[in-house]
Every structure is written in structure tokens, then in C-alpha cells.
Antibody
Framework: EVQLVESGGGLVQPGRSLRLSCAAS????????MHWVRQVPGKGLEWLSG????????GYADSVKGRFTISRDNAKNSLYLQMNSLRSEDTALYYC??????????????WGQGVLVSVSS | QSVLTQSPSASGTPGQRVTISCSGS????????VYWYQHLPGTAPKLLIY???QRPSGVPDRFSGSKSGTSASLAISGLRSEDEADYYC???????????FGGGTKLTVL
């Protein structure tokens, strides 16, 4: 059974940084691309970033490009999202999702339950 | 404002058939597959339809997807109370070089 468990969320001040983690199990993590998606309270889903199985290809939404960095450690079956220069509008529930392909242009087939990030002074 | 356009709400009574639409462009739906997700707030979104009209194993055949040009639809027949959820369409966007989602449709079972 595919399991994705996000962690690292919490309350952070504007301008500060936070690193999210996603622990994956139940599938060969090093064979699939991964994604981060968020949902602002009361709003819809927003794709943030994707990374290929070997970390060579990475993509970002314009809203986070230059501030957020996606990475992975295949030896630890883990996905990360380094979030810098956080803003109040980054307050959201952040989801980790698995792709069905090696590159992040396949499709998102399994998701975690999400971790909450609140940006406020 | 989402790149893909969905009606914010839909409703139906048990047993009815409802349709949720998703409108995009030639750079999104017009040239890529469409996917549909069911989402109950606070839980993991669930893939309902992939490659426009394919169901993952375990998804009931009450759920079906279709696409025409730059629009797509999700149909739910034999509506049940447990179908009450938010539904999102998604696709790859060639110009943005990333994934885009619709704004979501909240389905209410009356």
C-alpha cells in the first residue's frame, strides 16, 4: 500500500524559512517522480513543484519559483520542500504526491494527507 | 483565478446523474490528458479518472470521464451520499510547463 506522510509544518513568521518532508513507503520510491501541491484554506489545489526520479528534472510554479526548492533522497525514501522568504499567502495545507512516471509529467496518482503551514507574525 | 474553469457547485439527489465540467485551452486540455480527483477536506485527494476516461482499480464504474476539444466532464451516475465531496480536474499546461488544476466543484447530495 502506497503511503505518503508529510511533516515539518507549523507556524512561522513572514520572511523566515521552513523545510517540509515527505516519507514514502509501499512502492519503489527511486523509480517515480514526486510532487508538492498546496491548498490555501477555502481555495482549490495548486501545483507547486515536481522532481524526476533521479532529481535531474525539476519544475516550479511561478508563484514559488526562486523561493522554494524541491529535492529528494532516494536512499531515505524521502521528498523535501525547502521554503524560503515565506509570505502570509503561503499559508496552506501542503500535500506530497507521487507521479505514475519517472518524470513529473505523468500524473499524480497517490497523495498524502497534508501538513499545515501557517505564516504569521 | 484557476487556469482551468469549473463551476463552484453542483448538486443532485440520491440515484441521480450529475455532470461536472472543466474548461481549459489549447495549451492545456486541448493537447493533454485530463485527470479528475475527489477530495474530502482534511484527507488525501483520490484519483478518480486518468487519461481522460480511465478508472483506476477500485473506482466504481458510476464515475466516468470524457473530453471534447478544450473541455472535459466528469459524470457520476447513481449518486450516493458518500459522493459528497470536492471534485477537481487537472492537466499538464504546455505554456506554463507544469500542472494546473480547476478551482474545484463542491458536490452536494440533497
Amino acid at each position: 500500500e502506497v503511503q505518503l506522510v508529510e511533516s515539518g509544518g507549523g507556524l512561522v513568521q513572514p520572511g523566515r524559512s521552513l523545510r517540509l518532508s515527505c516519507a514514502a513507503s509501499g512502492f519503489p520510491f527511486d523509480e517515480y517522480a514526486m510532487h508538492w501541491v498546496r491548498q490555501v484554506p477555502g481555495k482549490g489545489l495548486e501545483w507547486l513543484s515536481g522532481i524526476s526520479w533521479n532529481s535531474i528534472n525539476r519544475g516550479y510554479a511561478d508563484s514559488v519559483k526562486g523561493r522554494f526548492t524541491i529535492s529528494r533522497d532516494n536512499a531515505k525514501n524521502s521528498l523535501y520542500l525547502q521554503m524560503n522568504s515565506l509570505r502570509s499567502e503561503d499559508t496552506a495545507l501542503y500535500y506530497c504526491a507521487k507521479d505514475n512516471d519517472r518524470d513529473y509529467g505523468g500524473h499524480l496518482d497517490f497523495w498524502g494527507q497534508g501538513v499545515l503551514v501557517s505564516v504569521s507574525s | 483565478q484557476s487556469v482551468l474553469t469549473q463551476s463552484p457547485s453542483a448538486s443532485g439527489t440520491p440515484g441521480q446523474r450529475v455532470t461536472i465540467s472543466c474548461s481549459g485551452s489549447s495549451s492545456s486540455i486541448g493537447s493533454n490528458y485530463v485527470y479528475w480527483y475527489q477530495h474530502l477536506p482534511g484527507t488525501a485527494p483520490k484519483l478518480l479518472i486518468y487519461w481522460d476516461n480511465q478508472r483506476p482499480s477500485g473506482v466504481p464504474d458510476r464515475f466516468s470521464g470524457s473530453k471534447s476539444g478544450t473541455s472535459a466532464s466528469l459524470a457520476i451516475s447513481g449518486l450516493r451520499s458518500e459522493d459528497e465531496a470536492d471534485y477537481y480536474c487537472a492537466t499538464w499546461h504546455d505554456s506554463l510547463n507544469g500542472w494546473v488544476f480547476g478551482g474545484g466543484t463542491k458536490l452536494t447530495v440533497l
